[in-house]
């Protein structure tokens, strides 16, 4: 008897062990690869939707749910970050700054065939800019990969640069003869083809120089130049994009392939997420801008103007396209190259119906 009930302790012992296995083998190991994973990030421009509605909650909030707790972040406005924001590829490139977003414009010093995706007048709507970047994403992809060692991750764009007046204009021919403030040299470079005087001055200054008159119009955002009151002292605004400002998001390499896999693969979904809204919250954000400058119900609330909106003509449509064949696109390719030239034919001259030509 004794015997028996030990043979039978010894069974129970056993099954004990057994079901202890199992359960340990039902809980998730912690293994060095699983240790909390913290990412610093270097977003777009401070106090702006993009940055305030959309990167800094996906960073702080999304992130660890898409990754099942395994990863945080901490995010600073590039133009907070201690970095100059003209050097941003470089630094990816180099590792100093693992994650970070690069505004093409300015990249396009060192790389100019960034500005294949926003030059002035290409893209005079939010739909032409979406298929530009659907075309041109692959080359942009390879680039960033082959020279610099990035990842490139999500394309991103702020609302529409619109011409703003204090006198009525009815469209691009108008322009000639006046003082223009501009942002960029490419936008300069289309208003002394139009007849008119560039004017270099920063965003802050805008309205005072309106309101005094050193300037009679002056290129800016449609709802960032309602927020600072040009709705005050303009008249009229166009509603044709000069252009936007497109940045991407990417990661250096050799840090974007030390995540694990199931991090990587959570980050890449959410950043498809994440580049879906800040699209879909441009296209409101061009529209609120002229609505409200316009005083209209479609409003969604803020300051509000009576500005008289400039539709985009047939005519100023030619005249655009015109300028972007004669003028922007040959510039374009004369700082950029043959190369830039074999690149745009290859992806976007199908759509556009636009060729380049090295010279």
Not at 125 to 131: F, G, V, Y
Not at 232 to 242: F, I, K, R, S
Not at 269 to 298: F, H, K, Y
């Amino acid at each position: 008897m004794p015997g028996r009930l030990l043979c039978h302790a010894l069974k129970q012992y056993g099954a004990a062990l057994r079901l202890a296995a199992m359960a340990m083998l039902a809980l998730p190991t912690m293994s060095v690869a699983e240790e909390p994973i913290h990412l610093r990030i270097v977003g777009g421009l401070a106090n702006v939707s993009q940055y305030v509605r959309h990167e800094e909650p996906f960073w702080r909030n999304r992130l660890p749910a898409l990754t099942n707790g395994r990863a945080t972040a901490e995010i600073v406005p590039s133009d907070r970050s201690g970095f100059r924001a003209a050097e941003m590829l470089q630094l990816i490139g180099a590792g100093t700054v693992p994650f970070g977003t690069v505004l093409l414009a300015l990249a396009a010093v060192d790389e100019p065939e960034f500005q294949a995706l926003d030059l002035p007048l290409q893209n005079p709507d939010l739909a032409t800019l979406r298929e530009t970047v659907r075309l041109y994403r692959p080359h942009l992809q390879r680039i960033l990969q082959e020279r610099y060692g990035i990842e490139l991750l999500s394309i991103y764009t702020y609302p529409a640069q619109v011409t703003w007046c204090r006198r009525p204009f009815a469209g691009l021919a108008d322009l000639a003869g006046r003082r223009i403030r501009t942002s960029s040299v490419g936008q300069m470079e289309v208003f002394e083809a139009l007849g008119a005087t560039p004017v270099v001055i920063p965003f802050a200054g805008i309205v005072p120089a309106m309101r005094d008159g050193s300037v009679e119009c002056a290129v800016t955002g449609a709802l960032s130049g309602n927020a600072i009151g040009l709705q005050e002292v303009a008249t009229h605004v166009q509603d044709m994009a000069l252009s936007w400002g497109v940045s991407m998001f990417g990661a250096n390499r050799a840090a974007w392939n030390a995540l694990p896999e199931d991090v990587r693969s959570g980050m890449r979904r959410g950043l498809a997420e994440l580049e879906g809204a800040i699209w879909s919250g441009v296209e409101q954000e061009t529209v609120d801008g002229i609505q409200c400058a316009a005083g209209r119900p479609a409003c969604p609330g803020g300051p509000q103007g009576k500005v008289t909106i400039v539709p985009m003509s047939p005519e100023d449509d030619a005249r655009r396209r015109g300028l972007l064949v004669w003028m922007v696109l040959p510039r374009w390719i004369d700082r950029c190259g043959p190369d830039c030239a074999d690149a745009w034919n290859r992806t976007l001259a199908p759509s556009l119906g636009i060729q380049a030509h090295a010279r």
